[in-house]
């Protein structure tokens, strides 16, 4: 058994109101540079829906994440031979109509406008090209339209479940769904770049970009089913979420998590053996990756598991935070957190929890008590959110552990009213999704009262003073930063070929000749 250290998601989607803060500051934060426009490291999506980028989720068009090809684990994408003979053509990107065209305003004509009759206008103006255009699309285009037949029809995951969702728009229904990188434990990104640029840090798991090795191939954009990865026309680069690094590494949360209105995001660490996550990845039964994945986490708790931590160098502040993590608590004590698609094999680190708020108003309007536990359990099966759909979400379509969560999250308020009135407390409730009374109060807290160091349980890396090798700043930060290309003239003697209109010969399309004797051929 070998240990190491994972930085970890939960998101509570009972509690997401769709406000897009999050999304909103990390692009502030993160995406605020040129090239940048259409990328949203952090968005929230109306389900069902069509995602951003629309119908990433169809595999069979985009070709992302793994398959199991005669018992092996290989891309979807193909193998090393494939990538290479189609490295200058890559049909499975998507365009950026999947995305959108980013536009801006003519505030010029607006502010400059002469004296008369007419009311000037603001018309928009694509940032691509700067021509007119017409707005037909954004990041959050379908935001709120979940019921509506034109936008529903589209989502690739309803077309699994056909005739078991019925899409009539008087029983309509939706949920929010914010999603950022998942920093997976066996990432198709990384193996799918042909550069080596895309890499998994091994002190805290975090899937990030090497700016310098990056030569903009895109592998790695039609590599990540969850298309996560975006490419930066101005620099070439490819860039992603980077989990706020430099906070996680100073132990403050994510910008997404501290600026969350619902308070619904929790971070902390997670233990897991390296060795048990290509066998897992790898079973046949796509219904069995859920379970596979969460034999790949460690007890903290288990005295051998700490002590082989330590012996692999993991510190032990990291073992003490993964006691403490909300993250594994969810995840794997209470069992209530569920992975995003994991038929990709890819092992995602970013959790959900599902939505079950529906089902007390739907009781409450029947004439019934909606916070009865009887009525509770009995009512699952039939939510307004088809418990199907929420299985092609989170367990492959299997919707046994999606019912094994919703009902511990109903005996959770079951038992918690009886407590809140002062009622007697009744076993049965707690007996029946297999916990404790103690044990559905100890996730109740978590998930209805914890603060602010209960919700984010990050150790520190270390701490970069000003003026030091370690305060180099991020090559995000700034157009010209390590390895980004400057505005005006390629570093280091290179050309970018996204920028060249294929007449003459610009300087650094080729290697700059040699005298002889120098150990290269003229």
Known sequence: MRVMAQVAMVMNLDKCIGCHTCSVTCKQTWTNRAGTEYAWFN??????????????????????????RHGRLVPRSGGRLRRLARIFANPELPSLDDYYQPWTYDYETLTTAPLGDDLP??????LIDGAPMAVTGGPNWDDDLGGGPEHTAADPLLERVGD????????????????????????????????????????DGIVLVDQDRCRGWRMCVSGCPYKKVYFNHRTG???KCTLCYPRIEAGAPTVCSETCVGRLR????????????????????????????????????DPKVARTAEECGIPHEWITAARR?????????????LPLHPEYRTMPMVWYIPPLSPIVDALAAG??????????????????????????????GDTAPVEAALRRLAAMRAHMRRVNLGEPPDPSIAEGVAMT?????????????????????????????PGSALDTGCSLEHTGGPGMLEDTAPPRGRVNLLGWNGHGRPAGLFPARRPHGKGTTP
Not at 287 to 298: D, E, I, R, S, T
Not at 325 to 337: F, N
Not at 437 to 465: N, Q, S
């Open 43 to 68: 968005n929230v999506e109306t389900r069902p829906g069509q995602g951003y980028p629309r119908r990433y989720e169809d595999q069979e068009r985009f070709k992302g994440g793994w398959q199991l």
């Open 121 to 126: 206008t603001a018309a928009p103006r694509s």
């Open 164 to 203: 078991q969702v019925r899409l009539e728009y008087e029983q309509a229904f939706m949920f929010y769904l914010p999603r950022i990188c998942e920093h997976c434990l066996n990432p198709s990104c990384v193996a799918a770049c042909p550069s080596g640029a895309m890499y998994k840090r091994v002190e």
């Open 237 to 239: 680069k490819a860039e």
């Open 266 to 301: 929790y971070l902390g660490v997670v233990l897991y053996d390296p060795d048990r996550v290509g066998e897992a990845a790898s079973v046949p039964d796509e219904k069995q990756l859920y379970p596979a994945q969460l034999g790949c986490f460690l007890d903290p708790d």
């Open 325 to 337: 993590s909300p993250v594994y608590a969810l995840i794997a004590r209470h069992r209530v957190a």
């Open 367 to 396: 004439g019934h008590d909606g916070e009865d536990a009887g009525n509770l359990f009995g009512a699952i099966g039939s939510l307004r959110i088809p418990m199907a759909y929420l299985a092609e979400l989170f367990t492959a």
């Open 437 to 465: 009374p103690g044990r559905i109060e100890e996730m109740y807290r978590l998930l209805a009262l914890a603060k602010y160091d209960e919700r984010y349980v990050i150790p520190t890396a270390y701490h970069a003073t």
